[in-house]
């Protein structure tokens, strides 16, 4: 499956010149978090969860005339706040997150773009890391909408869900899925 992905990028790129650009651009969105299914701690239902924050990333771009595609690299860091109850007893917290993005945005014209992307990020914090465990970073899968509001700034629309691991313990600090909106500025111009 790799072989073929990266044998059709490369037709892809053969077929026609490309010309790309590379820039720097920024983000801040606040984040609405939220479960796909009742969370259980210990075997005892979660009620009246709520999960909310804020994250922001700086992105060097590669932006290609054609294909209109930018893909993206960012690096950035997201807070979140959550409390619940479970079993009579009330929980609240915060969690720090440091990030990784690979995105490809398709401009559709000059106000809208869309697109994918993936990105790891701390599932544990630095002081619980663990040698060898397969749980210590999470994969999420990234759906962005972008509309241009001016050649710098755009408002951006996010949908964040959890590819691995989708266990409750860490689902409570860090919700499986996450909507979230703010602003983008290019920093420099391509």
Same mark, same amino acid.
């Given at each position: 499956?790799?072989?073929?992905?990266?044998?059709?990028?490369?037709?892809?790129?053969?077929?026609?010149?490309?010309?790309?650009?590379?820039?720097?651009?920024?983000?801040?969105?606040?984040?609405?978090?939220?479960?796909?299914?009742?969370?259980?701690?210990?075997?005892?239902?979660?009620?009246?969860?709520?999960?909310?924050?804020?994250?922001?990333?700086?992105?060097?771009?590669?932006?290609?005339?054609?294909?209109?595609?930018?893909?993206?690299?960012?690096?950035?860091?997201?807070?979140?706040?959550?409390?619940?109850?479970?079993?009579?007893?009330?929980?609240?917290?915060?969690?720090?997150?440091?990030?990784?993005?690979?995105?490809?945005?398709?401009?559709?014209?000059?106000?809208?773009?869309?697109?994918?992307?993936?990105?790891?990020?701390?599932?544990?914090?630095?002081?619980?890391?663990?040698?060898?465990?397969?749980?210590?970073?999470?994969? /999420?899968?990234?759906?962005?909408?972008? &509309? !241009?509001?001016? +050649? =710098?700034? @755009?408002?951006?629309?996010? %949908?964040?869900?959890?590819?691995?691991? /989708?266990?409750?313990?860490?689902?409570? &600090? !860090?919700?499986? +899925? =996450?909507? @979230?909106?703010?602003?983008? %500025?290019?920093?420099?111009?391509?």
């Amino acid at each position: 499956m790799h072989r073929f992905l990266f044998l059709f990028t490369l037709l892809l790129f053969t077929i026609k010149p490309v010309v790309a650009q590379s820039h720097f651009s920024a983000d801040v969105q606040y984040v609405q978090g939220f479960q796909s299914h009742t969370l259980e701690l210990f075997y005892v239902p979660v009620d009246q969860y709520f999960a909310s924050g804020l994250n922001g990333h700086l992105y060097y771009e590669y932006h290609f005339t054609k294909p209109a595609i930018n893909l993206r690299l960012g690096l950035g860091g997201q807070m979140m706040y959550f409390n619940g109850e479970s079993g009579g007893e009330e929980f609240s917290g915060n969690s720090a997150k440091f990030e990784i993005l690979l995105q490809g945005l398709y401009r559709f014209n000059e106000k809208w773009k869309a697109g994918l992307g993936v990105n790891l990020e701390n599932n544990r914090d630095g002081d619980q890391f663990r040698a060898k465990s397969t749980d210590n970073f999470r994969y /999420n899968a990234l759906l962005d909408v972008h &509309y !241009n509001v001016s +050649q =710098r700034i @755009s408002l951006l629309l996010r %949908y964040s869900y959890v590819i691995y691991p /989708n266990v409750d313990t860490y689902l409570l &600090y !860090n919700p499986a +899925q =996450r909507l @979230s909106f703010g602003i983008n %500025y290019q920093i420099t111009k391509p």
